[in-house]
């Protein structure tokens, strides 16, 4: 059974980066997409962006200039940062795993609040 | 970017009725189309993959249709623990999105 777990700082200053980790167990990140989405009041859920191993990353154009996911294969891991972040960044956060051309995003992480503020 | 827009936003039924809900969406997305299921302080749970495919697990009273623009998820008959938010979610066109979600609550 695949889980994901993401971790990082609960709190963010306003123009600082945003960093979240998400740690995979229960199966290979080869294979598969690694997607971060984010879900606030506001906006709903929003996808932001996902890494495969060969093939690279993609983001959303909305959050294109200020995002960067990376993955760490000898810990399991992918990561998240955003800059410049403002109130408006204030969500949950949710790494998940992306089936790609077979499916959408099936096993999530249990999601991480993140409060922008100063 | 499409836009996906479920309705109705809030549906009040009671255990044992049958739900419908639905996503429609501002341009064609094929059969892209996803459900989740979403209860508080979780993450969303995959219900159904490519508008009519149940996710191994999810009980038979769930299912999916629709293609295009149009799709629906029903409910055959209501369990206690399906009274949760709903989303719908494109994986067509980039950027992958989501509707506003359906709360589906207990009359």
């Known amino acids: 059974q695949v889980q994901l777990q993401e971790s990082g700082p609960r709190l963010v200053r306003p123009s600082e980066t945003l960093s979240l980790t998400c740690t995979v167990s229960g199966g290979s990140m080869s294979g598969f997409y690694w997607s971060w989405i984010r879900q606030s009041a506001a906006k709903g859920l929003e996808w932001i962006g996902r890494?495969?191993?060969?093939?690279?990353?993609v983001y959303s154009a909305s959050l294109e200039s200020r995002v960067t996911i990376s993955a760490d294969t000898s810990k399991n891991q992918f990561s998240l940062r955003l800059t410049s972040v403002t109130a408006a960044d204030t969500a949950v956060y949710y790494c998940?795993?992306?089936?790609?051309?077979?499916?959408?995003?099936?096993?999530w992480g249990q999601g991480i609040l993140v409060t922008v503020s100063s | 970017e499409v836009v996906l827009t479920q309705s109705p936003a809030t549906l009040s039924l009671s255990p044992g009725d049958r739900a419908t809900l639905s996503c429609r969406a501002s341009?064609?997305?094929?059969?892209?189309l996803a459900w989740y299921q979403q209860k508080p302080g979780q993450a969303p749970r995959l219900l159904i993959y490519d508008a009519s495919n149940r996710e191994p697990g999810i009980p038979a009273r769930f299912s999916g249709s629709g293609s295009g623009t149009d799709f629906t998820l029903t409910i055959s008959s209501l369990e206690p623990e399906d009274f949760a938010v709903y989303f719908c979610h494109q994986r067509y066109i980039w950027p992958r999105n989501f509707g506003q979600g359906t709360k589906l609550e207990i009359k």
């Open positions: 890494i495969h191993l060969i093939e690279g990353t």
């Open positions: 998940a795993r992306d089936r790609g051309s077979k499916g959408p995003e099936d096993y």
């Open positions: 341009q064609s997305v094929r059969t892209y």
